[in-house]
T-cell receptor, first 109, second 113 residues
Framework: GQNIDQPTEMTATEGAIVQINCTYQ??????LFWYQQHAGEAPTFLSY??LDGLEEKGRFSSFLSRSKGYSYLLLKELQMKDSASYLC??????????WGAGTKLIIKP | GAGVSQTPSNKVTEKGKYVELRCDPI?????LYWYRQSLGQGPEFLIY????????DSGLPNDRFFAVRPEGSVSTLKIQRTERGDSAVYLC???????????FGPGTRLLVL
């Protein structure tokens, strides 16, 4: 079967760094996406990885290792507005997105 | 429009009733997706349109659910004989082409009493 695993909840301090991990087992692999979802709102696109390595975009970076079926999202200089759920999604061989349940990130002052 | 829009934003209905949920994708996007999301879960795929045709409807839970996209733009998700278990947020997303980054609408919160 297809499976995406992420921690259910994480807590971090304002100004700090946090790493949200995602492991996956899917029918084929055609890229991995990270989305941010604030409570009661729609998911918004953060990053996309299809090759191994690190993609940096401002305070957010995303890493992919295809051989390990592993990705992480790194958030630096955390702000209160970063409190949200972070969803990992893998595009499988049918170009369908398989979604994790999301990681709820709580930022404390 | 600038983004994906969905109407209504909230819908309360009674068990057994029929509902229609509308999605207006980003102009020029050929691919359109419907998802369902329950609290604390990721989006659950329902159906994918490429142009006017339903290219993949494998996620529709049963024959009470149906979706159309007659002119390749606006789509309507139709649910017959609603059940309490249908209560969820129904999200619509679109992408320029199949497989590209999906952009989501604000969702329709459906509550079946």
């Amino acid at each position: 079967g297809q499976n995406i695993d992420q921690p259910t909840e994480m807590t971090a301090t304002e100004g700090a760094i946090v790493q949200i991990n995602c492991t996956y087992q899917t029918s084929g692999f055609n890229g991995l996406f990270w989305y941010q979802q604030h409570a009661g709102e729609a998911p918004t696109f953060l990053s996309y990885n299809v090759l191994d390595g690190l993609e940096e975009k401002g305070r957010f970076s995303s890493f992919l290792s295809r051989s390990k079926g592993y990705s992480y999202l790194l958030l630096k200089e955390l702000q209160m507005k970063d409190s949200a759920s972070y969803l990992c999604a893998v595009r499988d061989s049918n170009y369908q997105l398989i979604w994790g349940a999301g990681t709820k990130l709580i930022i404390k002052p | 429009g600038a983004g994906v829009s969905q109407t209504p934003s909230n819908k309360v209905t009674e068990k057994g009733k029929y509902v229609e949920l509308r999605c207006d994708p980003i102009s020029g996007h050929t691919a359109l997706y419907w998802y369902r999301q329950s609290l604390g879960q990721g989006p659950e795929f329902l159906i994918y349109f490429q142009g006017t045709g339903a290219a993949d409807d494998s996620g529709l839970p049963n024959d009470r659910f149906f979706a159309v996209r007659p002119e390749g733009s606006v789509s309507t998700l139709k649910i017959q004989r609603t059940e309490r278990g249908d209560s969820a947020v129904y999200l619509c997303a679109s992408s320029f082409q199949r497989g590209e980054t999906q952009y989501f609408g604000p969702g329709t919160r459906l509550l079946v009493l």
